[in-house]
């Protein structure tokens, strides 16, 4: 190869390991053994910690957690045998839309079809589960692979991707090319950009929002994504509209804020349904508006007016035909909305806001006992009820699914805007 006078002659693994570094990475979970070269470069080049996790889907679980708790992709990796696995770890990244990056061993073109050793191809099983899935072959590929794995992960909607190194442990990462370890630090965290709406869209939803007599807005996961959430609590109050949440959304407002009316669609809270379902007008805010939280599509009813802010084109009217649609950055939308509203227009829904007051005080008084409760054995409401008085107020509150989602979604409050809440998503 010709020397290009800029690049010096370096292994894949010293590259691979300066590049996780320069992106913040501080912890990559895996099974090995996998990419060995790389790991020895990261004890002498890197802080990086290596967590050695009981199998392949607890190092993709825990890096999904790395992921949703930091903003920053998390990086885990298997060997070829155990890349399935990997792969079925990813399925709740998927759905959480959280960036995980993922990284395994794969065939050598040279032997394939031959039997090699662990011969297997596991790419298309990752196919389901990433915005992402290449093989990296050529070790002067590492690099540029690199980038668009954390430019893919964490842009636009964020998600998982997979790589795969040839070599059934990576073995390319052990072979020769001229390269630099260049990074671009603006996609090492969630959001890398934040797309600008057009004027005239902002203002049209704005119109809608403020002539409507009884509207409510759905925040989902795509706030918390943004840290849109302080705008997000600044326009309900402004306005006086009521705030119910998508599950994934949940801690995008305090439940104990006088505007919220809780988790709606199916594992949820009745006064957030009854609320979405008396709305004349409903702002979707960073949500699919997906089966769970509209309850299959019947809270609210298909037809209803209804507004939509998402940074994914595809996203809008997706479910739901709209009357005006915003594409942009959920905090960049709402902090332009901010910027234009009429506050003299909150006026017209006292009455509405009253509503919701008694919405609250109806579910207050049906509920209180279950969550004041002293049965024996506990009754899940109290633990729920507990959970809410006594969580530290930066406490990361992380929820499985089925009955554990269902009885948090519709029970527990978070209290602060410092208070995260993490749930499976599948």
């Given at each position: 190869?010709?020397?290009?006078?800029?690049?010096l002659?370096?292994?894949?693994?010293?590259?691979?390991?300066?590049?996780?570094a320069?992106?913040?990475?501080?912890?990559?979970?895996?099974?090995?053994?996998?990419?060995?070269?790389?790991?020895?470069?990261?004890?002498?080049?890197t802080?990086?910690?290596?967590?050695?996790?009981?199998?392949e889907?607890?190092?993709?679980?825990?890096?999904d957690?790395?992921?949703?708790?930091?903003?920053?992709?998390?990086?885990c990796?298997?060997?070829?045998?155990?890349?399935?696995?990997?792969?079925?770890?990813?399925r709740?990244?998927?759905?959480?839309?959280?960036p995980?990056?993922?990284?395994?061993?794969g065939?050598?073109?040279?032997?394939k079809?031959?039997?090699?050793?662990?011969?297997?191809?596991?790419?298309?099983?990752?196919?389901?589960?990433?915005?992402?899935?290449?093989?990296?072959?050529d070790?002067?590929?590492?690099?540029?692979?690199?980038?668009?794995?954390?430019?893919?992960?964490?842009?636009?909607?964020?998600?998982?991707?997979?790589?795969?190194?040839?070599?059934n442990?990576?073995?390319?990462?052990?072979?020769?090319?001229?390269?630099?370890?260049?990074?671009?630090?603006?996609?090492?965290?969630?959001?890398?950009?934040?797309?600008?709406?057009?004027?005239?869209?902002?203002?049209a939803?704005?119109?809608?929002?403020?002539?409507?007599?009884?509207?409510?807005?759905?925040a989902?996961?795509?706030?918390?994504a943004?840290?849109?959430?302080r705008?997000?609590?600044?326009?309900?109050?402004?306005l006086?509209?009521?705030?119910a949440?998508?599950?994934?959304?949940?801690?995008?407002?305090?439940?104990?804020?006088p505007?919220?009316?809780?988790?709606?669609?199916?594992?949820?809270?009745?006064?957030?349904?009854?609320?979405?379902?008396?709305?004349?007008?409903?702002?979707?805010?960073?949500?699919?508006?997906?089966g769970?939280t509209?309850?299959f599509?019947?809270?609210?009813?298909?037809?209803?007016?209804?507004?939509?802010?998402?940074?994914?084109?595809?996203?809008?009217?997706?479910?739901?035909?709209?009357?005006?649609?915003?594409?942009g950055?959920?905090?960049?939308?709402?902090?332009?909305?901010?910027?234009q509203?009429?506050?003299?227009?909150?006026?017209?829904?006292?009455?509405?806001?009253?509503?919701?007051?008694?919405?609250?005080?109806?579910?207050?008084?049906?509920?209180?006992?279950?969550?004041?409760?002293?049965?024996?054995?506990?009754?899940?409401?109290?633990?729920?009820?507990?959970?809410?008085?006594?969580?530290?107020?930066?406490?990361?509150?992380?929820?499985?699914?089925?009955?554990?989602?269902?009885?948090?979604?519709?029970?527990?409050?978070?209290?602060?805007?410092?208070?995260?809440?993490?749930?499976?998503?599948?």
């Amino acid at each position: 190869m010709a020397n290009l006078g800029h690049n010096l002659k370096r292994t894949g693994a010293e590259v691979l390991a300066e590049m996780l570094a320069g992106y913040g990475v501080t912890h990559v979970f895996m099974v090995p053994a996998v990419l060995r070269r790389t790991f020895a470069e990261m004890e002498r080049r890197t802080s990086i910690a290596r967590i050695h996790t009981h199998g392949e889907k607890s190092a993709a679980y825990m890096a999904d957690g790395y992921a949703r708790a930091s903003g920053k992709p998390g990086v885990c990796m298997a060997q070829v045998i155990g890349a399935l696995n990997l792969a079925a770890g990813l399925r709740d990244a998927w759905l959480a839309h959280s960036p995980v990056i993922a990284m395994t061993g794969g065939r050598d073109p040279k032997t394939k079809f031959r039997k090699v050793y662990q011969e297997i191809d596991d790419v298309p099983s990752f196919e389901p589960v990433t915005k992402m899935n290449v093989t990296v072959d050529d070790v002067a590929r590492i690099p540029d692979m690199i980038r668009q794995a954390f430019r893919t992960a964490v842009s636009a909607t964020p998600g998982p991707v997979h790589l795969q190194f040839r070599g059934n442990e990576g073995q390319v990462d052990a072979e020769e090319a001229e390269m630099e370890a260049l990074v671009e630090s603006q996609f090492a965290r969630v959001p890398p950009f934040r797309p600008e709406p057009e004027s005239a869209h902002v203002k049209a939803a704005l119109d809608l929002l403020q002539k409507a007599d009884k509207p409510v807005i759905v925040a989902g996961g795509g706030v918390r994504a943004s840290g849109a959430g302080r705008e997000l609590v600044a326009l309900a109050e402004a306005l006086q509209i009521p705030v119910a949440t998508s599950l994934n959304g949940k801690d995008s407002i305090p439940g104990t804020h006088p505007l919220s009316v809780g988790v709606v669609g199916s594992y949820s809270r009745e006064t957030a349904n009854r609320a979405v379902a008396g709305a004349d007008l409903v702002c979707f805010i960073g949500t699919e508006t997906g089966g769970m939280t509209t309850h299959f599509w019947a809270v609210p009813k298909i037809g209803v007016d209804a507004i939509q802010i998402d940074i994914e084109p595809e996203a809008l009217g997706r479910n739901y035909p709209l009357k005006a649609g915003v594409l942009g950055d959920a905090k960049t939308v709402l902090t332009k909305m901010l910027g234009q509203i009429d506050k003299q227009s909150a006026a017209r829904r006292a009455k509405w806001v009253e509503q919701m007051k008694a919405l609250r005080s109806d579910w207050n008084g049906k509920y209180d006992s279950d969550l004041k409760s002293d049965a024996v054995p506990i009754h899940p409401a109290r633990i729920c009820g507990d959970l809410t008085q006594h969580m530290p107020d930066d406490a990361i509150v992380v929820v499985d699914t089925g009955h554990a989602g269902m009885w948090m979604g519709g029970l527990y409050d978070l209290r602060t805007p410092q208070q995260s809440y993490l749930r499976s998503a599948g």
